[in-house]
C-alpha cells in the first residue's frame, strides 16, 4: 500500500509569486491534513478535509492560503502570493474513518521563499 | 485549548543507555497522546499511540511511553539506545476523533557511540 506523498519535495520561489502544494493521501482515507513547521517552532495544525469538505480550517493563517480537495482524493495547498515568513516544510497527513485517530504523514514538501 | 511541552531539544545518549524524552501536556478533555519519529529526510512515522485503557503502551522499535494523568505525563522510553534511534521526536496530543494534532517542538535524539 502506497503511503501518503507529496509533490514537491521542494520549492523556491520569490516572494510575491504562487506556490501550489500537492498531497495525495492514503488510498480510500477520508480524512486529510495540512500542518506546517516554520524552522525553529512546532509544526502547526492547518486544516482538515472529511472527503472533499473543509471539517476544520482554523489554523490556516490568512486568505492568501487556499486548500482544495475536489473529489475527495488529492489535495492543493496554494500560497498567493508567497510572503518571506511563509517559508517553512508542510506536511500532509490521512486518516480512515475507522481509526481517524491514526494520522499517516507525508514526506513534506520544503518550500523556501526568497 | 491543548499544548504539548517537551522538555530538551536535544537530549544525547550513549548507544545502550536508557533513552528518556519527557513530555507534558494540558488538556481539558482525556486526550490521545502519541509520539511520532521524523528520520533524517524522511517523513512523520507514529511511534505509539495511547488512547484509552492499559496506561503502558509499546510501539516499535523497542519504544514505550506511559501515560500519567495526574503528573499530565507521557514520557517516552527506551531501555537500550541504539544508533539508529538517532532522530527528531514529536510528542502531540489530541482531542480524539479526527480532531488535528497538537504537537511539541521537537527533540533531536543524538546516540553517541
Known amino acids: 500500500e502506497a503511503g501518503v506523498t507529496q509533490f514537491p519535495s521542494h520549492s523556491v520561489i520569490e516572494k510575491g509569486q504562487t506556490v501550489t502544494l500537492r498531497c495525495d493521501p492514503i488510498?480510500?482515507?477520508?480524512?486529510l491534513y495540512w500542518y506546517r513547521r516554520v524552522m525553529g517552532k512546532e509544526i502547526k495544525f492547518l486544516l482538515h478535509f472529511v472527503k472533499e469538505s473543509k471539517q476544520d480550517e482554523s489554523g490556516m493563517p490568512n486568505n492568501r492560503f487556499l486548500a482544495e480537495r475536489t473529489g475527495g482524493t488529492y489535495s492543493t495547498l496554494k500560497v498567493q502570493p508567497a510572503e518571506l515568513e511563509d517559508s517553512g516544510v508542510y506536511f500532509c497527513?490521512?486518516?480512515?474513518?475507522?481509526?481517524?485517530?491514526?494520522?499517516?504523514f507525508g514526506p513534506g514538501t520544503r518550500l523556501t521563499v526568497t | 485549548a491543548q499544548s504539548v511541552t517537551q522538555l530538551g531539544s536535544h537530549v544525547s545518549v550513549s548507544e545502550g543507555a536508557l533513552v528518556l524524552l519527557r513530555c507534558n501536556y494540558s488538556?481539558?478533555?482525556?486526550?490521545?497522546l502519541f509520539w511520532y519519529v521524523q528520520y533524517p529526510n524522511q517523513g512523520l512515522q507514529l511511534l505509539l499511540k495511547y488512547t484509552t485503557g492499559a496506561t503502558l503502551v509499546k510501539g516499535i522499535n523497542g519504544f514505550e511511553a506511559e501515560f500519567k494523568k495526574s503528573e499530565t505525563s507521557f514520557h517516552l522510553t527506551k531501555p537500550s539506545a541504539h544508533m539508529s534511534d538517532a532522530a527528531e521526536y514529536f510528542c502531540a496530543v489530541s482531542l480524539g476523533g479526527a480532531d488535528g494534532l497538537t504537537f511539541g517542538k521537537g527533540t533531536h535524539l543524538i546516540i553517541q557511540p
Open positions: 497527513a490521512s486518516s480512515s474513518r475507522d481509526r481517524a485517530h491514526e494520522q499517516y
Open positions: 488510498s480510500g482515507h477520508d480524512n
Open positions: 488538556s481539558s478533555v482525556p486526550p490521545y
